[in-house]
C-alpha cells in the first residue's frame, strides 16, 4: 500500500474512533494527557534500575492522584526526592563499610577484640570528626527532605477541598424572600366613644294619676 492510501486509512480509521468508551478508560486516557516532567533517565544513573523508578514513581501517582499539570509535577518531585533519599542509604552503608576495610589495620592496633558494631562506631566517629563525606552526605540528606516535605505540604494545598455551606443552610438562604422592612404605623385620632344609649328613643314620661285611682 502507498503512504497516501496509508495516510488517507489512517484518517478514516481516526474518524471512527470515538476514544475510550469505559470509566477506566477515560481515566487512563486523562492521565495520559500529563507529561512526566522528570524523565527516567534524569533522576536514575547508568548503574540503577531504571525499572524501579519507574515502579515508586507510578506507585506514588497512584496514592496521590494528581488531576492537573501543577500536581503531577509535584508528585514528580516527590518520587524523585524519594528516589534520591535511598540512594543516600546506600551511599552511607558503602562509605561506612569502606572506611572499616582502611581502616582495619588502625583498629586492631588500637584496641582488640571489637565487635562489628564496635568497628563501625569507631569509623563513624572517624569520618565526624575527620572526613567531610559523612557531614555533606547529612546535609545533603536534609535538603532532600525539606525538598520531599515542600511539595508534599503543597500538594495537600491543592487537593484540599474547597469548604462548602451545609445543604440545609443553602437551601434556607436561597428560598427565603426578600423580606421590605414594615413602615411603623402612624398613630390616629381616637374617635369619642358614643354614649351607651345613642340612637334609641327616649323613654316616655310616667302618666298622671287617673280620677278613679283618686
Do not use: C
Not at 535511598?86 to 551511599?91: A, F, V
Amino acid at each position: 500500500m502507498s503512504s497516501r492510501k496509508k495516510s488517507k486509512a489512517a484518517r478514516i480509521n481516526g474518524a471512527k474512533s470515538k476514544g475510550p468508551v469505559t470509566p477506566e478508560g477515560r481515566a487512563r486516557s486523562s492521565q495520559n494527557a500529563l507529561r512526566h516532567g522528570l524523565s527516567s533517565a534524569v533522576v536514575v544513573l547508568p548503574h540503577e534500575d531504571r525499572s524501579l523508578f519507574e515502579h515508586l514513581r507510578d506507585s506514588y501517582m497512584e496514592s496521590f492522584q494528581p488531576t492537573d499539570q501543577p500536581q503531577h509535577d509535584l508528585v514528580e518531585t516527590m518520587a524523585a526526592a524519594r528516589w534520591r533519599l535511598n540512594r543516600l542509604q546506600e551511599i552511607e552503608a558503602k562509605l561506612l563499610e569502606k572506611e572499616m576495610v582502611l581502616r582495619a589495620k588502625a583498629i586492631a592496633k588500637e584496641l582488640t577484640e571489637m565487635t562489628e558494631v564496635e568497628k563501625l562506631a569507631w569509623v563513624f566517629d572517624n569520618l565526624a570528626n575527620n572526613g567531610k563525606s559523612l557531614a555533606m552526605l547529612v546535609r545533603y540528606e536534609g535538603s532532600l527532605n525539606r525538598t520531599y516535605e515542600r511539595a508534599f505540604k503543597q500538594l495537600q494545598q491543592l487537593q484540599k477541598p474547597v469548604a462548602q455551606p451545609p445543604a440545609r443552610e443553602s437551601a434556607q438562604i436561597q428560598n427565603e424572600p426578600n423580606e421590605q422592612p414594615v413602615p411603623a404605623a402612624q398613630p390616629q385620632n381616637e374617635p369619642t366613644p358614643e354614649p351607651q344609649n345613642a340612637g334609641l328613643t327616649p323613654p316616655l314620661p310616667p302618666s298622671p294619676p287617673s280620677e278613679e285611682a283618686a
